[in-house]
């Protein structure tokens, strides 16, 4: 789609195979994947009688242990069949992070932590499959409410990976609540003279790199100049990829937004919220119209 369809105008493409594969050959694939980030893994695979019984068992010569339940990834392939290996990516990416988790070096380098957004959903899955993979009653992740069904979590981005920063990793750099926030905003502040901003006529997208576009409204006031609307400037922050804003006063292009923001929230492999968010005293408020 050419920058939405000149601005909120138009259906999304929703490609994909007119046929998705059935659980049983989704697992199949799922296992396959596994095999291929670990060649040395032990699996099966089981079915009950519900979809949310699914899961694959899986462990390592090292002790290592994990069950990945595939009822919400199985849906997640469902409503967009085109992000099958985003799926099958971020999952092993997870255990990955748990893995590391689990022997994390001594030293951290805060200019490496990053804010990320995500949702409740995914921070209820998460926790989920963090327990089923091994990490016990230790939290793997830092989570903070940020606006409506949004969330706030961070991770350290290095050269070499990208994993969810922890609580006793964030008490490791001395990094308390606020400390920890101020310190990522700061990191983030780096890529703003990357930030590209497209649009006109009250309607615009926000660019980066296809990791942290959402993470940019954090940031809004440093570069709301770029966009000029009729009221306070209106968020569908609907994956983390996909980044629009209007004017709360211009009624034709929210309903727009409204509408295009929950067909990506719908298809997008990295998908966030379709709720609407407004930036208001200097904060993310969700939009009630």
Not at 17 to 33: E, G, I, N
Not at 86 to 92: M, T
Not at 101 to 124: C, M, N, S, Y
Request: charged fraction near 25%; aromatic fraction near 8%.
């Amino acid at each position: 789609m050419s920058i939405f369809s000149k601005l909120f105008g138009g259906k999304r493409d929703q490609g994909g195979p007119a046929h998705p594969m059935d659980l049983h050959s989704f697992a199949d694939r799922y296992a396959a994947a596994l095999r291929a980030a670990w060649p040395e893994a032990q699996l099966s695979i089981a079915h009950g009688a519900l979809v949310s019984d699914a899961r694959i068992d899986w462990s390592l010569p090292d002790g290592f242990k994990a069950t990945h339940f595939l009822g919400n990834s199985y849906q997640r392939y469902l409503d967009a069949p085109e992000s099958l290996e985003a799926v099958f990516a971020d999952q092993i990416a997870s255990a990955r992070d748990v893995q590391r988790g689990l022997d994390r070096p001594a030293a951290l380098d805060v200019a490496t932590i990053l804010p990320v957004l995500k949702t409740r959903g995914w921070h209820e899955i998460a926790l989920q499959q963090a327990r089923s993979t091994g990490a016990g009653d230790r939290i793997p992740f830092i989570v903070e409410p940020l606006a409506g069904d949004l969330v706030l979590t961070y991770v350290e981005d290095t050269p070499d990976s990208m994993s969810f920063l922890s609580p006793a990793d964030a008490e490791r750099g001395g990094l308390d609540g606020e400390a920890l926030r101020a310190q990522a905003l700061s990191n983030l502040s780096r890529f703003l003279p990357e930030l590209k901003v497209q649009g006109a006529d009250g309607r615009f997208v926000a660019r980066l790199d296809r990791n942290y576009d959402a993470s940019m409204v954090l940031l809004f006031e440093h570069w709301s100049e770029r966009v000029q609307v009729q009221g306070d400037p209106v968020f569908a922050i609907a994956a983390r990829d996909e980044v629009m804003v209007c004017g709360s006063e211009d009624r034709q292009s929210v309903d727009s937004l409204k509408d295009i923001a929950a067909q990506i929230a719908q298809s997008s492999a990295y998908n966030l919220s379709d709720a609407l968010f407004v930036h208001r005293d200097g904060e993310l408020r969700v939009f009630a119209d």
